[in-house]
Antibody, heavy 117, light 110 residues
Framework: EVQLVESGGGLVQPGGSLRLSCAASGFIFSAYWMTWVRQAPGKGLEWVANIKHDGLEEYYVDSVKGRFTISRDNAKNSVYLQMSSLRAEDTAVYFC??????????WGQGALVTVSS | QSALTQPPSASGSPGQSVTISCTGTSSDVGGYNYVSWYQQHPGKAPKLMIYEVTKRPSGVPDRFSGSKSGNTASLTVSGLQAEDEADYYCCSFGGNNNYVFGTGTQVTVL
């Protein structure tokens, strides 16, 4: 059974940093791209970033470029999202998602990140 | 990378059909046959319902179908059931490994 479990969410002050982790199981992690999608409270879904199966390519939505970094450790079956210079508008539930071709086929339950003073 | 446009809400009685539109541009919806649809119940993670415009993952009822014409994709739910009440989001590949989601549609079963 495919499982994706996010951790590392919490309350952070504007300008601060936070690192999200996602532990994957139930599939060959190193064969899949991985993605982070976020959802602000009461709002829609927004694609944030994705990373190639070998970690050699990364892509980001314009609003997080230069502030967020996606990475992965295939030996640990984990993907990460390092977030810095956080803003109030980054407040959201962040979902870890398995990415097959152009399809987001399995989603974690999400981690809440709140940016507030 | 502007969000794709969906109607905020749609509704139908049990057994009826509802169709949700998803309008983008020639750089996303119109440029690729890579539109997917996701169902999200309150407080839950989204679930893949349709991929590559028309394909259904195993386990998704055939009441759900997808189509596309030009820059607009559509999701149709036939034979509405109470459990279909949820938010629905379209998503399109936008080139250069970028993706864009729709604004979301809340479906109500009357």
């Amino acid at each position: 059974e495919v499982q994706l479990v996010e951790s590392g969410g919490g309350l952070v002050q504007p300008g601060g940093s936070l690192r999200l982790s996602c532990a994957a199981s139930g599939f060959i992690f190193s064969a899949y791209w991985m993605t982070w999608v976020r959802q602000a409270p009461g709002k829609g879904l927004e694609w944030v970033a994705n990373i190639k199966h070998d970690g050699l390519e990364e892509y980001y939505v314009d609003s997080v470029k230069g502030r967020f970094t996606i990475s992965r450790d295939n030996a640990k079956n984990s993907v990460y999202l390092q977030m810095s210079s956080l803003r109030a508008e980054d407040t959201a539930v962040y979902f870890c998602v398995r990415h097959l071709n152009t399809i987001f086929d399995y989603w974690g339950q999400g981690a809440l990140v709140t940016v507030s003073s | 990378q502007s969000a794709l446009t969906q109607p905020p809400s749609a509704s139908g009685s049990p057994g009826q059909s509802v169709t949700i539109s998803c309008t983008g541009t020639s750089s996303d919806v119109g440029g690729y046959n890579y539109v997917s649809w996701y169902q999200q119940h309150p407080g839950k993670a989204p679930k893949l319902m349709i991929y590559e415009v028309t394909k259904r993952p195993s386990g998704v009822p055939d009441r759900f179908s997808g189509s596309k014409s030009g820059n607009t994709a559509s999701l149709t739910v036939s034979g509405l059931q109470a459990e279909d009440e949820a938010d629905y989001y379209c998503c399109s590949f936008g080139g250069n490994n970028n993706y864009v989601f729709g604004t979301g549609t809340q479906v109500t079963v009357l």
